[in-house]
T-cell receptor, first 117, second 109 residues
Framework: GAVVSQHPSWVICKSGTSVKIECRSLDFQATTMFWYRQFPKQSLMLMATSNEGSKATYEQGVEKDKFLINHASLTLSTLTVTSAHPEDSSFYIC?????????????FGPGTRLTVL | GQNIDQPTEMTATEGAIVQINCTYQTSGFNGLFWYQQHAGEAPTFLSYNVLDGLEEKGRFSSFLSRSKGYSYLLLKELQMKDSASYLCAVLDSNYQLIWGAGTKLIIKP
């Protein structure tokens, strides 16, 4: 159990376009979903925390108008990178947890590798 | 500020034992996680410690000392597939995960 999927696994797009990444909890309902970004040889960087039905909480330095997060249901959260630029190329990983504080084990999706040309 | 330190890289021999240390300074503490991450893949959960002591799970064990702000991950009978990055993460008082930069473990035959 506790499987989290992401789609797409990888995407290549042109500069200026928008890209949507989906994160789904397949066999459980996730009260909280997290979006991370990871650059090569660096650790995970939390971008935002989202709870179903409410606005996402963004980390300092993350532009909420550029990285749109929608957590429409307990099993689906989406991250849209708007007007992507080459510096947005990265590995984007979502995770999901259950529990009212989100402190239970986080189950990670397989990640989405974004390359912006 | 909040800080988690772990070595950048370690090398060990197949079949041997390796200990990866993690020290932390965070605003509050609600547990410490160890994750394994193979290159190009998402992290996978290894262990969670919230009380002092050693937790053993197969070839992997994790130790915590809250008074010292210190944890280690012990890997026994190393296999080539254990080559990966090992991430230490602490849950702070706001239940937010603070991530270390990870330790890249290289296993040699």
């Amino acid at each position: 159990g506790a499987v989290v999927s992401q789609h797409p696994s990888w995407v290549i797009c042109k500069s200026g376009t928008s890209v949507k990444i989906e994160c789904r909890s397949l066999d459980f309902q996730a009260t909280t979903m997290f979006w991370y970004r990871q650059f090569p040889k660096q650790s995970l960087m939390l971008m935002a925390t989202s709870n179903e039905g409410s606005k996402a909480t963004y980390e300092q330095g993350v532009e909420k108008d550029k990285f749109l997060i929608n957590h429409a249901s307990l099993t689906l959260s989406t991250l849209t990178v708007t007007s992507a630029h080459p510096e947005d190329s990265s590995f984007y990983i979502c995770s999901a947890s259950v529990g009212d504080r989100g402190y239970n084990e986080q189950f990670f999706g397989p990640g989405t590798r974004l390359t912006v040309l | 500020g909040q800080n988690i330190d772990q070595p950048t890289e370690m090398t060990a021999t197949e079949g041997a034992i390796v200990q990866i240390n993690c020290t932390y300074q965070t605003s509050g503490f609600n547990g410490l996680f160890w994750y394994q991450q193979h290159a190009g893949e998402a992290p996978t959960f290894l262990s969670y410690n919230v009380l002092d002591g050693l937790e053993e799970k197969g070839r992997f064990s994790s130790f915590l000392s809250r008074s010292k702000g210190y944890s280690y991950l012990l890997l026994k009978e190393l296999q080539m597939k254990d080559s990966a990055s090992y991430l230490c993460a602490v849950l702070d008082s706001n239940y937010q995960l603070i991530w270390g930069a990870g330790t890249k473990l290289i296993i040699k035959p």
